[in-house]
């Protein structure tokens, strides 16, 4: 299912059909593919080149106990929805810098914009991958002995999306409701602030 940003400017395909479903077909997503994804999220800009980003990632059907347990840790919410999507990840943060070992305040900044490279790049193989910050960075801890200067920040699932039917009415109802943004004047202030 596409469900093309209506950008008031022209960006690149990828970046319009990139979006987050919640209803996901089976259909395994191909090691080419989720090597593509990795790979877009491995040449991410990053503060000092630290590429401070780790990803826990499980196959349901290659890792289905790491599977389970990673689903184990998403919230109820996230839970009902993420059903036999393929690909289960966390995106993870080394929160201190490999050179002097001091804290790297940009160390989830620059997770983010690997996790958003990938978002992209699974969009432009027609795949798509939803971030989730509702599920317990504890338990993913202490699930997967995740080191204490790494911060779980967000679990993601990656596959082909699904007919919005296949959801409960309400979640159908989100995955087909219009495409929102805040009005660009909202975000960018040219010259000066506000
Ligand atoms: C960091 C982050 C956390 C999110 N957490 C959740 C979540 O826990 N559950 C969920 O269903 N969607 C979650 N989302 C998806 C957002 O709701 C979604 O990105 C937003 O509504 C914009 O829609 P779009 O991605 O389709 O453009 C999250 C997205 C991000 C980037």
Redesign the pocket.
Known sequence: MD?I?PTEHPVLPAIAA?????SYLDTPVTDAQLHAVLEAGRWAASAYNEQPWQYLVTRKNVEPEAYAKLAAC??P??QG?IGQVPVLMLACARLNSAGNGKPNAWAHYDA?QA?GSM?IQAAALGLQL??????DAAAARAAFNIPEDVAP???MVLGTPGPASALPEQLAQRETAP?V?KPAKELFFFGQWG
């Open positions: 469900r940003a990139r979006w987050s479903p919640r998403l919230v919410f996230n929805w983010g996790s978002a939803h971030q989730m910050a509702g599920f920040i967000a679990a495409r943004r």
